[in-house]
């Protein structure tokens, strides 16, 4: 059975790093996409960015280039996204899902709710 | 990037009704476009994918149909536990793009 699973919620303060994981299961995690999408509360989706574990390429949406970093780990199949300084608009819900350009993101982690607040 | 309008961003409907959303691409996109569900508190789920195939275990009432810039999502007959919000997903690229959903509810 194919599963993402994805660490627990965090809260944090302004300013402060973060890395938070999604842990695949169930499959090749090399040979598959996986994306990460933020969902800021009562909003829409928005796709941060995907990496393809097997060779570690990762490639951002702009609006998210520079302000986050996606990587992983093939050896344990786990893929990470992580902040270095975080703002109170980072706090969002943030899912990862694997993702096949012609089939679309099949499979969903349960989403790690990131709260960041003075 | 590549731009998906999506509409009409809510839509109240009765049971058994058919009910269509519709989505656009800002340039095309061949058949690259797929279809999400997503209820409040939970991950989205994915419907269509390919424009207009079905995802194993979903009903049949729901259709996907269009290629190059415009798709469309109908569900045939309208059921409660179809209420959720509904969300278009571009992959012609990595650079995917999603609409920026549609609420639907019962009327």
């Known amino acids: 059975e194919v599963q993402l699973v994805q660490s627990g919620a965090e809260v944090k303060k302004p300013g402060e790093s973060l890395k938070i994981s999604c842990k695949g299961s169930g499959y090749s995690f090399t040979n598959y996409w996986i994306g990460w999408v933020r969902q800021m509360p009562g909003k829409g989706l928005e796709w941060v960015g995907i990496?393809?574990?097997?060779?570690?390429?990762?490639r951002y949406n702009p609006s998210f280039q520079g302000q986050v970093t996606i990587s992983a780990d093939k050896s344990i199949s786990t893929a990470y996204l992580q902040w270095s300084s975080l703002k109170a608009s980072d706090t969002a819900m943030y899912f990862c899902?694997?993702?096949?350009?012609?089939?679309?993101?099949?499979?969903w982690g349960q989403g790690t709710l990131v709260t960041v607040s003075s | 990037d590549i731009q998906m309008t999506q509409s009409p961003s809510s839509l109240s409907a009765s049971v058994g009704d058919r009910v269509t959303i519709t989505c656009r691409a800002s340039q095309t996109i061949s058949n690259y476009l797929n279809w999400y569900q997503q209820k409040p508190g939970k991950a989205p789920k994915l419907l269509i994918h390919a424009a207009s195939r079905l995802q194993g275990g979903v009903p049949s009432r729901f259709r996907g149909s269009g290629s190059g810039t415009y798709f469309t999502l109908t569900i045939s007959s309208l059921q409660p536990e179809d209420i959720a919000t509904y969300y278009c997903q571009q992959s012609y690229t990595t650079s995917v793009t999603f609409g920026q959903g549609t609420r639907l509810e019962i009327k």
């Open positions: 990496i393809y574990p097997g060779d570690s390429d990762a």
């Open positions: 899902a694997r993702h096949v350009g012609d089939s679309g993101s099949d499979y």
